[in-house]
């Protein structure tokens, strides 16, 4: 069972390029998210997926977009990456219909010059 | 706009000591808070408390969680250098996994031997 899996780990980008971060997750779960981690700020949530067909803006949306492509999988996309951007970013998923733990991938290090 | 506040925001202790971590909390209907433990990758789950449950303990870690003062503190006892890394609490509130996780900044511990 592999959980929550990202790709890719690393990435440096230059500035304007775009990417896509994609996670998938094999566990059923409703509910999934994108937080960004920085020094000394915690995990920021970016946007999350209720259900397959929804996503809606967590607290720092600005300069991403996401996909809920099934079930599965939610995809973080950077249009034009900027240094701020620089940031590991984690995906997370949870059953969503009752309290529980937030499953985590293993994270994505992006790096914007 | 939810808010969760850990204290203190870095911690250095010798092996053998207890130490407490805090977090306290503002959140519109509060569901669960969840503690985790993160050592340079993905965040590793410990305890979440509910209403249904205020006091976890697992080994040397145990925590509680006061509902009326809205706060929750994280013991560990006899420490290990293994117990070194950033504490992160973090808040549901009701909406489910709709809504997401507010994290705090985090507890970063080192243990000396």
């Known amino acids: 069972n592999a959980g929550v899996t990202q790709t890719p780990k690393f990435q440096v980008l230059k500035t304007g390029q775009s990417m896509t971060l994609q996670c998938a997750q094999d566990?059923?779960?409703?509910?999934m998210y994108w937080y960004r981690q920085d020094p000394g700020m915690g995990l920021r949530l970016i946007y999350y997926s209720a259900s397959e067909g929804t996503t809606d803006k967590g607290e720092v949306p600005n300069g991403y977009n996401v996909s809920r492509l099934n079930k599965r999988e939610f995809s973080l996309r950077l249009e034009s990456a900027a240094p701020s951007q620089t940031s590991v970013y984690f995906c997370a998923s949870r059953p969503g219909w009752t309290p529980t733990e937030a499953f985590f991938g293993q994270g994505t290090r992006l790096t914007v010059v | 706009e939810d808010k969760v506040v850990q204290s203190p925001l870095s911690l250095v202790v010798h092996e053998g000591d207890t130490v407490t971590l805090n977090c306290s909390y503002e959140?519109?209907?509060?569901?669960?808070l969840l503690w985790y433990k993160q050592e340079k990758k993905a965040p590793t789950f410990l305890f979440m408390l509910t209403s249904s449950g205020i006091e976890k303990k697992s080994g040397r870690l145990s925590s509680i969680l006061d509902k009326k003062e809205l706060f929750s503190i994280l013991n560990i006892t006899a420490t290990q250098t293994g117990d070194s890394a950033v504490y992160l609490c973090a808040v549901e509130a009701s909406g489910g996994g709709a809504d997401g996780l507010t994290f705090g900044k985090g507890t970063h511990l080192i243990i000396q031997p």
């Open positions: 959140v519109t209907n509060f569901r669960s």
């Open positions: 566990m059923n779960h409703n509910s």
